[in-house]
C-alpha cells in the first residue's frame, strides 16, 4: 500500500507517528516560507505542512506550484496544529502533517469547476465532467449510502433464507410492457439478445425448480422515453417467494423498510406500515402510486355542481 492512513483517520493521538498519504490536493496556501496544503479523500481533509525544517526550498517550491486536485503523494510526521488553528469542523482538525516528502503522482489541468465551490456549473457540464462532479462531497455520500442500502437489503434476506441468484442479461425478447433493447450477435448474423426489463422468466423458473425463495439487486433495461420517475437503465430490488400470500409480503417488505431506516438512517419506524387499497387510492387521490406529502385529495362536489346555474356543470349533473 502507497499510504498508511486515509486523510480522514489521524487523530491527536497520532502525534508524533510517520505517516503516508495520498490524495488530492483540495486548496492550498502559500504563505512564503511554507505551503499548506488540504489534502482530500473520500474519508476526509488532512492539513498537510510543507516548510522549514521537515521541508526544504526545493521542495516548497514545487508544492508552491501544483495545481488544485492533482494526486499527491507525501510523507511525514503528525504534529498539533498552533494554538488557535484548530478547525473544529473537521475531525482532523486538531492535527497536521509535517511533510518531508512531496511526490506528484498525476498532475492536473485547470479543472471546469471544483469539487468544493459554491456555484456549481450546470447539469451538462458536470455530467461531461463526471469524474470531477463525483468528488463532491454529496455525490460520494450519496454513493456511499446506495452501498449501505444494498449491503442492508442482502443481509436482511439471508436472514430470511433468500438466496441471492444473478439471472442472465441476454435473453430472448419476450412480450412486458416496454421496449425492449436489442443487442446484435456476431457469431449468429440476423439474430439478436434482448436486454431484460425485469428477470421475470428467470425467477419463475427458479421458483418452478423448488428455490422457493429468491433475491436479486438487478439490473433492468426499457427502450423508452425518459419520465421523470423512469428511465432506460434502473436498478430494482427484485425477489419472488413460494407458498406465501400477500400478507406474508408485505409483512417482509414492512420488516425490510425499518431494517434499512434504522441501520442506514438511524430511525424507528413503527409496524405495520400505513396500508391504502387501490380503490381507495383512486378515489381520494386518481393515483395508484399517490404523494402522500401533499393533501390535494379528489372531492366530489357534485351535490354542490348541481345546483349552479353554470352550463356546463348542470349539463354533467
Known sequence: MLRTHTCGALRKSDVGSPVTLCGWVDSKRDHGGAVFIDLRDRYGLTQVVI???EAGESLIKQAGHVPNESVILIRGVVADR????TNAKLETGEIEVRSEHFEILSASETPPFTPGQSDLPGEDLRLKYRFLDLRRKEMQQALIRRSEIIKCMRDYFAEHDFIDVETPILGRSTPEGAR???VPS???P????????SPQLYKQILMVAGFDRYIQVAKCFRDEDLRADRQPEFTQLDLEMSFVDSE???????GLVAKTAKQVLG???SLPLPRMTYANAMRRFGSDAPDLRFGLEIVDVTSVAAKTDFRVFRGTA
Do not use: C, M, T, W
Not at 440476423?190 to 426489463?197: I, T, V
Not at 406474508?248 to 414492512?254: C, F, K, W, Y
Open 51 to 53: 516548510g522549514p525544517p
Open 82 to 85: 498552533l494554538e488557535g488553528k
Open 180 to 182: 425492449d433493447y436489442l
Open 186 to 188: 456476431r457469431v449468429h
Open 190 to 197: 440476423s439474430n439478436f439478445y434482448a436486454l431484460p426489463q
Open 248 to 254: 406474508d409480503i408485505i409483512g417482509l417488505i414492512d
Open 267 to 269: 430511525k424507528d419506524i
